[in-house]
């Protein structure tokens, strides 16, 4: 729209994140610590949060001199991707400087099969993939979105069904747009449709939990 003010907070939050937030060299290369009080932590959902502005702007902007950072966040965040294509809740810099830990967060399947812990770091992997960087993104989130999606409806909730329905969406929707192929259209068709049935007369969406699982 060329509002530039909304590019300068654009340009002033992502430089927090990536000038201020992330390790730049060491076994953690690339890692967006968590806040400036759990400095050693890494929630993969929130990096992926703090830095799809930066992969939207690569991919349907002029280019974004950050996409590189963007990218190496990535990059670590694979790094300590379970063999299913799916991550832990967090992991910590004590972890990656341990090889034999390290070697176990790569090898086992030991990721949370859960959309809300994994939903936005696939979409992120997808949207970076989709602009250009490493075609491997696009194949771990594909493998793990399609081990959640194996388990679904029952996934590990964080918080409420609803949540992990929303959570879905976005990176469903991604992916089909990746790979145009006609099981992840029906993923996000049945994701959606699930989420539909418990839309509120309000338009909002019940926050809802079918057999309290959450």
């Not at 007369?201 to 809802?208: K, N, Q, T, V």
């Amino acid at each position: 729209t060329g509002n530039k003010d909304g590019l300068a907070v654009y340009e002033n939050t992502a430089a927090f994140v990536f000038d201020c937030m992330q390790i730049k060299e060491g076994p953690c290369a690339g890692m967006v610590r968590w806040t400036e009080n759990a400095w050693e932590s890494c929630y993969q959902d929130d990096v992926a949060r703090a830095i799809l502005p930066t992969l939207l702007y690569q991919n349907f902007g002029e280019g974004c001199k950050y996409f590189k950072n963007a990218v190496d966040a990535l990059a670590f965040l694979v790094k300590t991707t379970g063999a299913d294509g799916l991550r832990v809740a967090r992991t910590e810099c004590s972890q990656v400087y341990s090889e034999a830990e390290l070697k176990r967060l790569q090898r086992s399947g030991v990721g949370i099969p859960s959309a809300h812990f994994n939903g936005y770091y696939h979409a992120a992997l997808l949207l970076a993939a989709r602009a250009g960087a490493n075609e491997e993104f696009a194949k771990v989130a594909e493998k793990g979105l399609s081990n959640i999606m194996a388990l679904y409806p029952n996934t590990k909730r964080e918080t409420s069904e609803t949540e992990e329905l929303c959570r879905l969406i976005f990176p469903l929707a991604v992916l089909y747009e990746y790979t145009g192929k006609s099981e992840h259209y029906q993923w996000l068709l049945r994701v959606t449709n699930d989420l539909k049935r418990l839309q509120h007369p309000s338009l909002g969406y019940a926050e809802w939990d079918s057999g309290y699982q959450a």
